[in-house]
Structures are given as structure tokens and as C-alpha cells.
């Protein structure tokens, strides 16, 4: 019944992240859960192109909008009957097909003015499972890391020209699978993360000084992720600081324990969601 109303024009959520992380496994989920109805299902194995789906939020999950209102709110009881939507775009996560679909949809939603498109957030998944093996992790921090970089730009750019300043595209880092014994937590996900990117960064700047060394031309410090010259060690704290973006490390399992709720493995990631309505 929703999809023949209009969806909220401002509400986009891109859903990236390396393959088999559980990205498809999400959406559905968030679909079922919204429509309850809804025979459909999105089939998990690699998805070769991108969906976009409309779902609800569950009404008793703020929104930046809603959080101090108290529970006696009779438009509490009106948001139950017509949920907060917003809309998630779900991308292959192959290697092969990210510069085509999930880097190049986050460049144009992100440089976009057009309300429609506007993107509220970044949901980046992985599989905290798989991220032990060493080539999981290079290949995930590389997408984080391409990921972070697009956006460190949009937001320097934005310093530098005189146009409207709007906030910063924030990042929820979906740690998922955390119902397998072999998942890390969430901090050792964020620290693992992090020194890769550290790693990434480092052999980035010396390519950077490399190829501009005796060209005359100064490497830019905003072509380093974290916008410090590659002085520091890389942390988000670090990226939050300098350049203003905001990545939530988040636990979570989209095929958590049956006897649970459905989606309660979800319940935190749409919370992060919610304070970005
Ligand atoms: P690509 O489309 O290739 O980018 O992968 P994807 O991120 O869409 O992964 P997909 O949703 O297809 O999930 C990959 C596999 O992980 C599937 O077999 C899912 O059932 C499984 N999976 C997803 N979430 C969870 C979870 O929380 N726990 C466990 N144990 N398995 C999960
Ligand atoms: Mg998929």
C-alpha cells in the first residue's frame, strides 16, 4: 500500500560492503519486517545488481526528530499506524562491480542536490566472522577505505566553495554474523579496521610522494584519508576530528536466534537509522 504514496523524498540509506557480508540477507529482512505480508523474497546468493526497497521504521525506535517526546504523545500512536519511512539501496558487493554500482551510486548521491537522493547515511557491512582471514580484511578495509575517501572529499570541497553546508554523510560500520562463535566483537572489528586502513593510508601517501617527487606538484593532504598528512595512526576518532565524519561501529545478526524476535539482531542498526531521520 505504501508504494503507491510518494516515499519521503530525503530518506536514502546506501547499503555497501564487501561480498557475502549479508548485505541482501538485510534488506530482506527489513522488507519482511515491514510488510509482514510480503511474500516476496530476495534470493542470497551474490547479487550482481543493486535494489532499492522502502521499508518502515519499527515504531517504538526514535528518530532525531521524536526522541524527547514522551510515551503518552498521541502522535507516538499515530507513528505506529503510519510508520517513519526511508529507503535503502542495496549494491553488490563483488569486486568487479563496485566501481560501477556501490562506489559510483555513493558519488552520485552524495554530490547530488536533488532532494530525492539525498543520502541520509552510509551503512557499511561486514561479516565479523570472515574478517580473521587476512584477505577479507584487506579487501573490506579498501572498500571502507575508498568509501571514507569520497566522502572526506565531498566534505572538504564543501569547506572550500561557498555552498550551502550541509551536514556530514554519517557511517554505520554493521558489524554482522555476531550469532557465529567465530565473530569478533565489534571493538576488535573497529581496531582491525582501522589499522588496515592505518596500512592502506601509509603505502597511499609514499605512491602520492612518489609520483609527485620532483614534479613540483605538492601532494594534497586531502587525497589521505583523515586529512593529516598520514601523520597520525588512523583512527575514526581521528577522521571525526579532522574532516567531520562520523563512523558508528555497531554489532549485529541478521539471522540471529530463532527463538528471538525476527530482526532483533537489527534492532541497534536501525536505531543508528533513526537518529538519521
Ligand atoms: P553480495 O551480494 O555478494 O555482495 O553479498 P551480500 O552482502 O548480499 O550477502 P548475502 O546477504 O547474500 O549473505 C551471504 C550469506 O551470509 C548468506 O548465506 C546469508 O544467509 C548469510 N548471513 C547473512 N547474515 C547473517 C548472519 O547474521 N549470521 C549468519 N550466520 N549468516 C548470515
Ligand atoms: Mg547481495
Request: charged share 25%; proline share 5%.
Amino acid at each position: 500500500f505504501y508504494r503507491s504514496a510518494a516515499a519521503p523524498p530525503s530518506s536514502n540509506f546506501l547499503l555497501l560492503g564487501s561480498s557475502g557480508a549479508g548485505k541482501t540477507a538485510f534488506t530482506s529482512l527489513l522488507e519482511a519486517k515491514s510488510s509482514p505480508a510480503s511474500k516476496k523474497s530476495h534470493l542470497t546468493h551474490t547479487s550482481q545488481s543493486s535494489t532499492l526497497v522502502t521499508v518502515g521504521l519499527p515504531p517504538d525506535v526514535p528518530t532525531a526528530s521524536n526522541r524527547y517526546r514522551s510515551v503518552n504523545d498521541p502522535s507516538l500512536k499515530e507513528t505506529s499506524r503510519n510508520p517513519v519511512r526511508y529507503r535503502v539501496q542495496d549494491t553488490p558487493g563483488h569486486g568487479k562491480l563496485r566501481a560501477s554500482q556501490g562506489i559510483s551510486q555513493l558519488q552520485a548521491m552524495s554530490h547530488s542536490n536533488d532532494a530525492k537522493i539525498k543520502l541520509r547515511g552510509v551503512l557499511f557491512m561486514v561479516d565479523t566472522a570472515a574478517l580473521v582471514d587476512e584477505t577479507t580484511l584487506r579487501d573490506s578495509a579498501t572498500y571502507l577505505h575508498d568509501v571514507l575517501l569520497i566522502l572526506q572529499k565531498r566534505a572538504l570541497n564543501k569547506g572550500k566553495s561557498s555552498a550551502k553546508v550541509a551536514t556530514e554523510v554519517p557511517v554505520l560500520v554493521a558489524a554482522n554474523k555476531q550469532d557465529l562463535f567465530t565473530a569478533l566483537p565489534p571493538g576488535s572489528v573497529r581496531e582491525k579496521l582501522e589499522a588496515e586502513i592505518d596500512r592502506i593510508r601509509k603505502s597511499k601517501t609514499k605512491g602520492l610522494l612518489d609520483a609527485s617527487a620532483g614534479s613540483g606538484v605538492e601532494t594534497e593532504d586531502d587525497e589521505v584519508l583523515g586529512n593529516d598528512g598520514g601523520l597520525e595512526r588512523f583512527s575514526f576518532k581521528l577522521l571525526e576530528e579532522e574532516v567531520g565524519i562520523k563512523v558508528d561501529v555497531v554489532g549485529g545478526a541478521v539471522k540471529g536466534d530463532p527463538n528471538e524476535e525476527l530482526g532483533s539482531g537489527v534492532r541497534r542498526w536501525e536505531e543508528w537509522v533513526g537518529l538519521c531521520l
